[in-house]
């Protein structure tokens, strides 16, 4: 039997990938560069096209353990993921163009699945997956929600600039990480508070894109708000968030600053940096006036500028099983942001498990079903558990998993309680067949 994956981005490639290793037929349908989006530069698969960070790998963190638990289940793209690595203190951050191209590779060279560069507009009738992303194009998108009986959300997703090294002033940007942990993987750029009041006038002030009609009543994703949106909730809410300056500190000068802008590695080549939380609608001559404005930037060299661009996903609280089944149709899944997973490590474990359900389904196996003990387990369970009332697109974190009782006097220690919660899922991963 064969499978139709709609979507080569992270999730679909993933899904493939896991039915190519069990000798499941895979048709992947991937309609760039036919056809592109408003975010996406490239007709490769599984491109990155906001940040290049897949956020924490340390188990002790949410994002950290997802990562762990997607090895244990034999994951492709987390391997592809960490021999693409850049230095990014503990995040897992890569070399995009690096990592587009080895999965691009792995799929092109796999005998079981054929790559075919067309756009899908109507649900298949035959076994299927649908990872076509949050930039799902309008008529396949029309279609889904015919088939869903529901009215699609949706929330807006920016991206962030990215400049030149070379361009960078060192004699006032320097390399650190926070408290001087691990490698000085990133560059900073410090603020007193003139020149952050400066910023700030810039930001809050400057024309932005003007969104289409029906982009009016915007929905932001709260862990990707535009840095504009976070301006206008206060002065000193930037201070606090991604400019805070708590753990830098210049070692040449020994000062203490107002506020810091971060750059983060971008490529292997250690070429490009973007910059961090800086994620933006601005209009592009008002980015360029803002970047110019951060000490240490003045005459940097923007390669790409920020944009923001609408993402769809279904109500998947009303549609699908916790194994990514669909409730009307046993042979579809759905799987990737689409599903309601915000996040690059997210939509590719959730690729992951659709892929293994699939190939499960075909021959007549058990789906897996993941316990609330493990990460994939409660993300899977949070995005698809029906008394939702007012859904929204959710990142792994701690808050979903099941709870594990500490001593009273142990219940405030949050290094421990992630140490257990870690222990726990891994232990019960590594004890399963897929």
């Known amino acids: 039997m064969e499978v139709t994956v709609i979507g080569a981005g992270l999730a679909g490639s993933e899904a493939a990938l896991q039915l190519a290793k069990r000798n499941i037929k895979v048709k992947l349908y991937e309609m760039r ?20 960070s897949l956020g924490a790998f340390d188990t002790t963190n949410a994002s950290g353990l997802l990562k762990r638990e997607m090895e244990i289940l034999g994951g492709e793209l987390i391997k592809i993921a960490y021999d693409c690595k850049v230095p990014a203190g503990n995040a897992l951050a890569i070399d995009r163009e690096k990592f587009s191209q080895k999965v691009n590779e792995k799929i092109n060279e796999n005998p079981n699945i054929t790559l075919i560069r067309e756009e899908i507009t109507e649900i298949p009738q035959t076994p299927s997956i649908i990872a076509s992303g949050p930039l799902t194009s309008p008529e396949l998108a029309e279609n889904i929600k015919k088939f ?18 070379d361009s960078i002033n060192f004699d006032i940007a320097f390399r650190q990480n926070r408290y001087n942990k691990g ?14 009041e400066k910023f700030y006038e810039i930001l809050t002030t400057s024309p932005r894109i003007e ?64 910059i961090v939380g800086f994620q933006t609608n601005l209009k592009w001559g008002s980015q360029k006036e803002l970047i110019h404005s951060i000490p240490g930037l003045e005459n940097a060299s923007i390669v790409r500028y920020g944009v923001m661009h609408r993402n769809t996903f279904i109500n998947s609280p009303k549609l699908l099983n916790p194994t990514l089944q669909t409730r009307a149709r046993e042979d579809l899944f759905f799987a990737g942001q689409l599903t309601g997973t915000e996040g690059y490590t997210e939509s590719i474990a959730s690729g992951l498990l659709a892929g293994i359900n699939m190939a499960r389904f075909i021959n007549n196996e058990p789906l897996l079903r993941l316990p609330q003990i493990t990460m994939l387990g409660a993300l899977t369970h949070y995005i698809t558990n029906p008394e939702h009332d007012k ?44």
Not at 396 to 417: A, F, T, V
């Open 148 to 165: 869903t009986n529901n009215e699609h959300l949706y929330f807006f997703d920016a991206i962030a600039p990215i400049i030149e090294a």
């Open 183 to 196: 490698n000085a993987d990133y560059i900073n750029c410090p603020m007193n508070k003139d020149q952050y």
């Open 33 to 52: 560069p036919q056809k592109t989006t408003g975010a996406h530069k490239t007709g490769d698969c599984a491109e990155f096209v906001c940040s290049n």
């Open 211 to 274: 969104l289409k009609e029906f982009e009016k009543n915007a929905k932001f994703f709260e862990s990707c708000l535009p840095v504009e949106v976070l301006a206008s909730r206060g002065k000193d809410t930037l201070r606090f968030g991604p400019m805070k300056p708590v753990g830098l500190v210049d070692p040449r000068t020994g000062e203490d600053n107002y506020a810091v802008v971060q750059l983060r590695q971008d490529n292997s080549a250690k070429t490009l940096y973007n």
């Open 391 to 434: 859904f929204q697109p959710i990142n792994s974190n701690w808050g979903i998993l099941e709870k594990i009782e500490l001593p009273k006097k142990e219940r405030k220690n949050k290094k421990l309680k992630a140490e257990l919660l870690s222990n726990r899922s891994t232990e019960f991963l590594s004890g399963i067949s897929v």
